[in-house]
């Protein structure tokens, strides 16, 4: 009796086993006829379009910014540079000149005894001074130093810069 209760326990095990293998194979062939095959391409023109393209095209825009926001920029003449309020410009390169035309602004250096020179009254400006207007100021060190706006402003530049956003 012992010997029939393990037999039917074995048959039982292997039934379950058997059907268990049934359902997952129905289940496999059920999913792999419902994917793409070779007569019906899941990407279509209109996907491609619709959606791909416009995605594509969005990420490509979101990294041109992010390079652009974090790069160096030349002037090789003066060009006036719009900074908003709280971002700030500095220098990428020793000689670089700043102009002061329009809105508010502060002296940023790397430390409260450094900052520009001011070749328009011929003194030094130093860090957390207010930046007078039209005035011209030179950059010696290419260490961080420039003008922080606490106004939206309007700069004439000459040399390498960028804009710090904060």
Request: hydrophobic share 45%; net charge positive; with cysteine.
């Amino acid at each position: 009796m012992i010997r029939k209760f393990k037999k039917k326990k074995i048959i039982l095990v292997v039934c379950m086993m058997a059907g268990l293998i049934a359902i997952s194979g129905a289940a496999y062939l059920s999913i792999s006829a419902n994917t793409v095959g070779t007569g019906d391409p899941v990407v279509t023109l209109s996907y491609l379009k619709e959606v791909f393209l416009k995605d594509v095209i969005n990420i490509v825009n979101n990294t041109v910014d992010q390079r652009l926001m974090n790069s160096d920029q030349t002037s090789p003449g003066y060009s006036v540079v719009e900074v908003k309020a709280g971002n700030s410009i500095v220098a990428d390169a020793e000689g670089t000149e700043l102009i002061l035309r329009s809105g508010i602004a502060i002296i940023v250096a790397p430390l409260k005894n450094q900052g520009l020179t001011n070749m328009t009254t011929g003194t030094d400006a130093v860090a957390d001074e207010k930046v007078i207007k039209n005035n011209l100021y030179i950059i010696p060190r290419a260490d961080g130093r420039g003008f922080k706006a606490t106004a939206d402003m309007n700069v004439m530049v000459r040399g390498v810069y960028k804009i710090i956003r904060e």
